[in-house]
């Protein structure tokens, strides 16, 4: 498995915490690994003041 989460598991991410968002929900990752984190700060998916 490899260490970089792919784009498609961003793509998905961001997409479930859209529709929880427009619910009045949030998507919250627990104890989520450090490379999945580096990438949602390189996307843009985690927003500023989050984590």
């Known amino acids: 498995m490899p ?3 792919s784009s498609a598991v961003i793509k998905l991410l961001d ?8 619910a009045g929900g949030r998507l919250v990752l627990a104890d989520a ?3 999945l ?3 949602l700060d ?4 985690r ?3 989050e984590g």
């Not at 997409?15 to 427009?22: F, I, W």
């Not at 390189?42 to 998916?45: D, L, N, R």
């Open 3 to 5: 260490d970089v989460p």
């Open 15 to 22: 997409r479930h915490a859209r529709v929880l968002a427009d």
């Open 33 to 35: 690994q450090p490379s």
């Open 37 to 39: 984190v580096r990438a």
């Open 42 to 45: 390189a996307t843009g998916a």
């Open 47 to 49: 927003r500023p003041g």
